[in-house]
């Protein structure tokens, strides 16, 4: 008796921890990366399954505008804000103030006294330099943007898509806002002549840099600081002018039912919890939770971010993208 009254308490545990509930999450968070921050709220809520959808942001932000009519996501997790200003546009965001919101720097969430999104952390563009090639080549280093454009350059750059990459998009984005729209055109018309590829990764850049398949990678710096780390001979350049930036913000998805584990959710993604796992991959996050600086950044992450208007951004993303594509789209490696 003793004996199937334990195998029944056993029995009773094991199904009180299996999930009954499931959240459908979209995220354009890297790989290896959001499984470890998602630890902690799956501890804390073993009763919640998560199914997350994973892509770069370009992709994520297709299939959400595609999905309009009926939408699949309950929420958005880690996707670049001009993103979900897109979403935001064309109401597809239901507002929501997560529970902590007054910690989040004012910088770093939609301005409604009700926001739409809310930012985890920023990010910003770097030039990542694998050293051994560039000296086997007889290649100076860049420090500017402008540096980027010497013909001793040519074929030896890869950058990301921006019609399929945040990254890359950020990169244009920041071009047209420093130079104008005339002159940023013509930048990107001279450095295509250098570029080699267009990735679809925005850390693809960064990696095949690393490996020595190109000597500079245009990509996140995250992605050269963490390539370095691992032992690749790069050094990782933020350009003199300053770094096109952008943030990964989440956001609730409208929909006729949402569900309250979402909000639950969006209250954890800005947690001290939540933030400090970020915060071991970011140089800049959006709540401060006492982080040691990361090795690699500038000592004040801050002032290295160029002025982004993020409303121009998005609302004329669209455009740019179209207009990118139509000239450079045939430098684009094959999905």
């Known amino acids: 008796m003793k004996k199937l009254l334990l195998i029944a308490l056993i029995l009773i545990a094991g199904c009180a921890k299996k999930p009954t509930k499931t959240l459908t999450i979209y995220t354009a968070l890297e790989s290896e990366q959001y499984p470890i921050y998602l630890e902690s709220f799956e501890k804390a809520h073993p009763e919640i399954k998560i199914e997350v959808v994973r892509n770069s942001t370009g992709v ?18 880690g996707t670049a804000a001009t993103s979900l200003m897109i979403l935001k546009q064309a109401g597809m965001l239901e507002p929501y103030k997560p529970a902590g919101i007054e ?10 006294s009700v926001p739409s999104w809310v930012g985890i952390d920023a990010f910003m ?77 925005g850390s693809k850049p960064a990696k095949l840099a690393g490996a020595g398949e190109y000597p500079i990678g ?67 996050v959006t709540v401060d939770v006492g982080a040691k600086p990361i090795e690699g950044y500038p000592a004040d992450p801050k002032k290295q971010l160029v002025k982004n208007d993020f409303d121009w951004s998005a609302k004329n993303r669209d455009a740019i993208l179209a207009e990118w594509s139509k000239r450079y789209d045939g430098k684009s490696e094959e999905k």
């Not at 390539?227 to 409208?254: C, H, R």
């Open 60 to 77: 994520i932000t297709a299939k959400l505008l595609a999905e309009k009519e009926n939408p699949q996501a309950d929420l958005v997790w």
């Open 218 to 284: 245009i990509s996140f710096c995250n992605s050269g600081i963490t390539q370095k780390a691992k032992g690749d001979p790069v050094s990782v350049v933020f350009p003199t002018e300053g770094s096109g930036w952008e943030m990964e913000v989440s956001g609730l998805i409208k929909k006729v039912e949402i569900k309250p584990e979402a909000k639950l959710f969006l209250d954890w993604a800005i947690s001290n919890e939540a933030i400090t796992e970020v915060a071991k991959n970011f140089g800049i």
């Open 125 to 201: 563009t770097a030039f990542v330099c694998n050293t051994v090639e560039l000296k086997r080549l007889n290649l100076p280093e860049p420090k500017s943007y402008n540096d980027l454009l010497n013909p001793v350059y040519k074929g030896q750059i890869i950058m990301p898509n921006p019609a399929s990459s945040g990254t890359g998009y950020l990169f244009v984005s920041a071009i047209l806002q420093l130079k104008g729209d005339s002159l940023g055109w013509e930048y990107l018309e001279k450095l295509h002549e250098n570029v080699a590829v267009y990735s679809h990764s």
């Open 103 to 112: 910690r989040v720097d004012p910088l770093f969430r939609d301005g409604d």
